[in-house]
């Protein structure tokens, strides 16, 4: 079984880092819009972009839980052959993807591009990983910690809006361009919630195995942010759909949802103020780092993410790049973080002693990595208040392409910290990389 | 358990059913057509409607009712290549579907939202087309 984690994390690895020299590649465009515009255009790199480093963080996700599962919590797999399965349509999935992407095919939803007809054998692979995940914690572990409850959580929701993302196939939702809409970003929200539930329920697991603490993953406090995440998860979609002309209660409700989690700010300051006076040096060392990056990207991330749920705030940021500094802010800052400190944690247990012979390149890549993600998610947020104040303080506003041109600056400075991160990647992900896969093969 | 999941489907259903419903009619079949032109080409990568989807191009919700455009300026812009959008082989009638898509979207309501009633609560309420 650990064949088949290391597998699929070798291949998330691989997927970060060609999905950021994509995600590279795309950002020229912002500021040379005629650079090889033929070769590289936009509307394909985006989507390559986007669907590898979701790609990253899902099978990241699952790589990981696999081998908790196996060799950290010591079950017994349900079924082998289940999980070789998943992995290869997977594999297939992501083959067809980019051939879908490659030669034009697209189904052309955002964040779904690819012809829709690769989703069913998407579907059944989270299938396949719903039965073995079940079938195997349900039976051996009685009292479950929180984070086999998120674990499990995020794979159940996420059939369900994966199955949401295609209801505009459906004549009922496709007919009626608002109720399409809002369902397409309602299912998008609740996807994000659901891989947050993977990924955090992993660094719960991380935290718990780090410290070697289980109480972390059994308190009291621990459940209710699982239910406060749950209910997010399920309700909070539509602050992503302030501006979109649904009924008023859905966007009340919305509001009211997402202004629960100044509950998680709040706690995260009260333990922030706790640690500080704990010295804590583990054997995790690398690990622990990300851990604490993810600490600082969640706290920056939840008072962005708070401001624009608020809807007077939300209409003057949303559709400016203030929504990608938080897209980006999360998905790199939060998820990429906890993940990384996953590979560590397994790639340690694994082999330590390689590790640590690279240590000076691994610390040197996560500071570049974390001083240009700061850039790059700062520009964003300029370049955001930039095009606000286009939006929404100008009494005659210059044309899309004056706007685009004062967001100049801003966009050669998030692009070069763009290629920042993708140096940090390289340098924390391949000696990683070259763990598991001489590992795969032991 | 079951508590749960029955209250996950009704929340669902009456989402899909009332919540986000609006009085704007059906769309029309050739504008189903010019939405699947949309998406074959992938038109979010750079193009939004209500503010969602990719920044590199402008926001189309209100390209036809905006002042000094309207349906012959979006479709005399589709196969011209301007900046960074690629240059498009599109048919007229393809051009046409594509129009007649944008104007069903301009319907049903306004983006940006210029006028609203903003609320010391933090509330926001806006205008709505067709009430």
């Not at chain 1, 082998?80 to 067809?96: G, N, P, R, V, Y």
């Not at chain 1, 369902?183 to 919630?193: D, E, M, P, R």
């Not at chain 1, 600082?296 to 624009?308: C, E, G, R």
């Not at chain 2, 036809?64 to 690629?86: C, D, H, Q, R």
């Amino acid at each position: 079984m650990r064949k088949i984690s290391f597998i699929f994390i070798s291949l998330s690895l691989l997927a970060l880092i060609v999905g950021a020299i994509f995600g590279t590649l795309a950002g020229i465009q912002y500021v040379k819009p005629d650079f090889l515009k033929d070769v590289i255009t936009f509307n394909k790199m985006r989507p390559f972009h986007v669907s590898t480093v979701i790609g990253w963080i899902i099978l990241c996700a699952t790589g990981g839980i696999y081998y908790y599962l196996t060799n950290v919590l010591k079950l017994n797999l349900f079924s082998k052959k289940l999980a070789a399965t998943h992995l290869s349509l997977f594999i297939l999935c992501a083959i067809a993807i980019y051939i879908s992407f490659a030669t034009g095919k697209m189904g052309g939803r955002e964040y779904f591009a690819y012809a829709p007809i690769i989703s069913i054998p998407i579907f059944l692979g989270w299938i396949l990983f719903g039965i073995n995940y079940f079938k195997t914690t349900l039976t051996q572990v009685k009292n479950w910690p929180v984070y086999l409850w998120m674990w499990g959580t995020g794979i159940a929701f996420m059939m369900y809006h994966l199955a949401e993302t295609n209801f505009w196939m459906i004549p009922y939702f496709r007919e009626n361009f608002i109720k399409d809409i809002t369902v397409q970003w309602k299912s998008y929200g609740s996807l994000a919630g659901c891989w947050n539930m993977l990924v955090y329920g992993t660094a719960i697991f991380l935290m718990s195995k780090i410290k070697n603490d289980e109480n972390i993953a059994r308190g009291k406090k621990t459940f209710f942010f699982y239910f406060l995440g749950l209910t997010n998860l399920m309700l909070g979609w539509a602050h992503h759909t302030y501006i979109v002309p649904t009924q008023p209660w859905v966007r009340y409700l919305a509001y009211g949802i997402s202004m629960t989690e100044w509950v998680v700010l709040i706690s995260i300051i009260i333990d922030w103020k706790h640690s500080l006076s704990q010295e804590k040096k583990e054997g995790n060392c690398m690990s622990y780092k990300f851990l604490m990056a993810t600490d600082f990207w969640v706290f920056v991330n939840l008072i962005v993410a708070l401001l624009i749920s608020i809807p007077y705030i939300n209409l003057f940021t949303h559709g400016t790049h203030i929504t990608v500094a938080h897209s980006m802010g999360t998905t790199i800052g939060i998820n990429t973080t906890i993940l990384l400190a996953s590979v560590f944690f397994i790639s340690n247990r694994e082999n330590s002693t390689y590790l640590a012979k690279h240590t000076k390149l691994l610390k040197v890549g996560y500071w570049i990595f974390n001083i240009s993600l700061g850039i790059f998610w700062i520009c964003l947020l300029l370049g955001g208040v930039e095009k606000s104040i286009w939006m929404y303080f100008t009494d005659n506003p210059s044309t899309f392409g004056e706007m685009q041109n004062k967001l100049q600056p801003y966009m050669y400075v998030f692009l070069a910290a763009g290629y920042g991160i993708l140096i940090g990647i390289l340098m924390v992900s391949m000696p990683l990389l070259s763990v598991l896969i001489k590992k795969k093969n032991t | 358990m079951t508590v749960l999941v029955v209250i996950f489907v009704v929340y669902n259903s009456i989402i899909y059913t009332q919540g986000t419903s609006n009085n704007t009619p059906l769309m029309s079949e050739q504008a189903i057509k010019g939405e699947k032109l949309y998406q074959e080409n992938n038109c979010t990568a750079c193009h939004q409607f209500y503010g969602l989807g990719g920044y590199l191009g402008p926001d189309l919700t209100n390209v036809i009712s905006a002042k000094n455009k309207g349906a012959e300026y979006v479709k005399a812009f589709l196969n011209s290549g301007v900046k960074t959008m690629p240059k498009f082989n599109f048919t007229e009638e393809e051009k046409e579907a594509i129009a007649q898509f944008l104007t069903e979207v301009d319907q049903t309501g306004h983006y940006p939202i210029v006028e609203a009633d903003k609320k010391a609560s933090g509330w926001v309420d806006m205008k709505y087309k067709n009430q």
